[in-house]
């Protein structure tokens, strides 16, 4: 339970971020057509219903995890302490440390403080969770109690006695509820909006809203968001009704909205109630509409979805293929000295961070690389990965070297690690257990490429071959593709054809060999040793068989 809280906890933490900015959208662009404000809504609900994201340059987000569970303390990974990453220092180098000696433990305790900490908290976000569940189902069973007398006014409309204001109730199958002393004509008012909710599908966005508000009840600024969004919907719902009115219709429809206004209501209550929320507000924006321009209503679109790439895409941890292509040559010229053995390959590299400042822009590796050899066979030399700090500067439209960093105390390198990474980094630092799978995979596909990229032997090669006589070696026929066999002597047979085959064999790749036939697939006594010539007739004889 407390995994799943710690989980929850940062998306919260990083929906957070774009409630924040959806409140500075609202309170900046007040005269935008406050469908806009549901639709930005809509993506607060989705960043917190996402339990991945994908990346992005133009993310805002600080961090695609805010708060992470273990951090590095002298060169072990200390699990169950919290860390903040948020891309900015002051904030890291102030509260992390506080984290780490508030839980702070012994390995030999039972349980670490943190442990024991997010287990509490799971707990309570549970049990208020299902108190929240509990009184949304008290708050339904009550209105279902009330309205059991309604009388069917016309098709999915009812009126009723005991109802104080317009109401919709249900998901599936809504009805609109109508007090019973309402005229004829408040009740056309009123039944056009509550006709746009349906339109809209309000009834089943404000359950949904409120079911997500019930996870994450402990995030305040998601109680902030909730009831801006019961606001905006009934807001969004009145523009949607006015729109072509009069003025003087729009004033009888804020009569109608004054004369059913109702105290404000517990937010967890799920209905949509026709004067629930924000009724002087409401009336205002009613008496003060103006119909938006087609272009505003574009723009308004486009903003809305830049808005939803900054907020539901995490930081970019990639880079763009220029400077990957910079990065690849840097590698490959650090590593390749006089005393690489054989071939150097940088199988790959795995960024764990990346800062920008000014033109300058500093990346945090892990570098896989191997050294191999291919003579006689393809055979591994090293292989090993490093903790790697390349910054680079952009000059036009190239890119200069600034500084290549290793870190230089071997394998115990904590201190160059926290000289030289941020600390939101330190974890990463020494984590790479996903190195060794990387390493395996491309030292397979190195193989591979090898082995397609050798040519069988043909005819006439052979034939070819065969005019160096008895100066033929081993290497002679290294560039072809082979298998060894064999049992005392060294064998490799090169299968040219369904037909023809070719043999050598000896005491080893270091001593000439001692014979190199041509040979029947079928038939290895039909043969020819190619060093003595007469390829040619050899074929030919074949062929006339």
Not at 275 to 286: A, L, P
Request: charge should be negative; aromatic fraction near 12%; glycine fraction near 4%.
């Amino acid at each position: 339970m407390g995994d799943i809280f710690f989980k929850l906890f940062n998306m919260s933490i990083t929906a957070g971020w774009l409630i924040l900015a959806v409140l500075c959208v609202r309170f900046l662009f007040r005269k935008m057509p406050k469908w806009m404000n549901c639709l930005l809504w809509g993506v607060v609900a989705l960043r917190l219903l996402m339990p991945f994201s994908v990346e992005s340059a133009f993310s805002l987000q600080p961090s695609s995890e805010p708060m992470k569970s273990s951090v590095v303390v002298e060169g072990v990974v200390t699990p169950y302490v919290p860390a903040v990453d948020s891309r900015l220092p002051f904030i890291e180098n102030t509260v992390n440390p506080l984290l780490r000696d508030a839980f702070a433990y012994d390995r030999t305790d039972s349980v670490a403080p943190m442990q024991l900490f997010t287990h509490i908290a799971g707990v309570v976000w549970l049990g208020g969770m299902i108190v929240l569940l509990l009184l949304a189902l008290i708050s339904i069973v009550r209105l279902i109690l009330l309205v059991r007398e309604a009388v069917c006014y016309r098709e999915h409309v009812y009126l009723c006695d005991a109802v104080k204001t317009p109401f919709i109730m249900g998901v599936i199958r809504p009805g609109i509820y109508l007090p019973s002393t309402l005229s004829e004509g408040e009740i056309n008012y009123i039944l056009a909006h509550e006709e746009a909710h349906l339109k809209r599908f309000d009834h089943l966005w404000k359950p949904i809203g409120y079911l997500i508000l019930c996870v994450y009840w402990f995030q305040p600024l998601c109680w902030i968001a909730y009831m801006l969004m019961c606001k905006d919907i009934e807001l969004a719902c009145d523009e949607k009704v006015i729109k072509d009115m009069s003025f003087e219709d729009k004033k009888n429809y804020s009569k109608v909205l004054l004369s059913c206004a109702t105290q404000r209501r517990f937010v967890m209550r799920c209905p949509l109630a026709f004067g629930e929320v924000g009724v002087k507000e409401r009336v205002k924006s009613v008496l003060n509409y103006k119909k938006p321009g087609f272009w505003a209503v574009v723009l308004a679109v486009m903003f809305c979805a830049v808005f939803a790439v900054c907020f539901l895409t995490n930081p970019a941890t990639s880079v763009d293929e220029q400077l990957a292509a910079y990065i690849d040559c840097q590698i490959a010229s650090h590593y390749q000295t006089d005393e690489t053995l054989g071939n150097f390959s940088c199988l790959d590299w795995q960024m764990i961070g990346k800062e920008k400042n000014g033109n300058q822009t500093t990346l945090y590796l892990w570098v896989m690389y191997e050294e191999f050899s291919k003579a006689p066979e393809l055979k591994v030399e090293t292989s090993a990965h490093a903790l790697t700090s390349i910054t680079v500067e952009r000059e036009n439209e190239s890119y200069d070297l600034v500084e290549y960093w290793e870190p230089e105390d071997g394998s115990s390198y904590m201190d160059s690690i926290k000289k030289k990474l941020p600390m939101r980094l330190w974890n990463k630092a020494i984590r790479s257990e996903n190195c060794y799978e990387k390493q395996a995979q491309a030292l397979e596909e190195l193989a591979k490429a090898h082995y397609e990229n050798i040519a069988p032997l043909s005819l006439n090669d052979v034939i070819m071959l065969s005019q160096k006589g008895y100066d033929l070696t081993w290497a002679d026929f290294e560039q072809y593709d082979y298998v060894e066999t064999g049992s005392g002597l060294y064998i490799r047979v090169y299968k040219i054809n369904q037909q023809y085959e070719l043999w050598i064999g000896g005491s080893g790749p270091d001593c000439a060999p001692m014979y190199i036939y041509l040979c029947l697939a079928d038939d290895r006594d039909t043969r020819i040793d190619i060093r003595d010539g007469g390829v040619t007739e050899f074929l030919s004889a074949i062929l006339a068989l």
